[in-house]
Structures are given as structure tokens and as C-alpha cells.
């Protein structure tokens, strides 16, 4: 994942501030709803935060945001090693893009989804 992470631009980097970004083996069902997928659907990753431009101005001394990314399901879609690096890549950037407040039908417009 930190290669990942570390192959994102700089200048994308510089701007994100408090934000953890975890794998985990899989998502939980709560993080399934979260998502609102149903049975059948994969889940790559998930933001959980306030979103940058839902942010007020009393947002402060809140705990960090978090991206999970999702272990098992990434495995199960990709390959090799190098699909795994590039899936994480991008299911970071997605999330990312989350935490901008860009949400899923912009991202699909964009070929991110």
C-alpha cells in the first residue's frame, strides 16, 4: 500500500490532512450499508469522514478520517502483484476524491467509478 500511496501526486498529497489509510481483510456489513451495496456487489474501499466541503466552520479537534482498503476483494479481482499495486492505486484515488467531496456519479462521469 505505500507504494501505492507513494506513487499518488504530490501535490494531491500535500492537500490531504488527517487522513488514515488502513487495509483490512474485508468490509464489515456496516461498512457494506455505509456504502449501500447490496449481496453480490464488491467493495474496494471506503471513505469514512466529513468530506471536505461538508465541513463547517466548528469542524475541529475531531478524530482523523479513515480509508479502508479492502484486503480479500482486491485479491479476488486482480491477477498479479502488479494488478494488486495498480487496484490499490486507484481505489485510494477514489476514496481520496471522497474526502474532496466528489461523489460516486461524479466519479463515474470522470471513469473513476
Not at 505505500?2 to 461498512?31: C, F, K, M, T, Y
Not at 486482480?78 to 490499490?88: G, M, P
Request: hydrophobic letters at 35%; aromatic letters at 6%; glycine letters at 10%.
Amino acid at each position: 500500500m505505500r507504494e501505492a500511496v507513494g506513487s499518488l501526486p504530490p501535490g494531491l498529497l500535500q492537500r490531504v490532512h488527517n487522513v488514515d489509510i488502513v487495509i483490512e481483510r474485508r468490509p464489515s456489513g456496516r461498512d457494506r450499508k455505509a456504502a449501500g451495496l447490496g449481496a453480490g456487489r464488491t467493495l474496494l474501499g471506503l471513505y469514512h469522514g466529513i468530506p471536505l466541503t461538508k465541513r463547517g466552520e466548528y469542524y475541529n479537534l475531531v478524530l482523523p478520517d479513515k480509508i479502508s482498503i479492502y484486503q480479500e476483494p482486491i485479491e479476488a479481482i486482480c491477477e498479479t502483484d502488479d494488478d494488486v499495486r495498480e487496484q490499490v492505486r486507484k481505489t485510494v484515488l477514489h476514496e481520496l476524491a471522497h474526502y474532496f467531496g466528489i461523489d460516486d456519479r461524479r466519479l463515474n462521469e470522470l471513469g473513476m467509478g
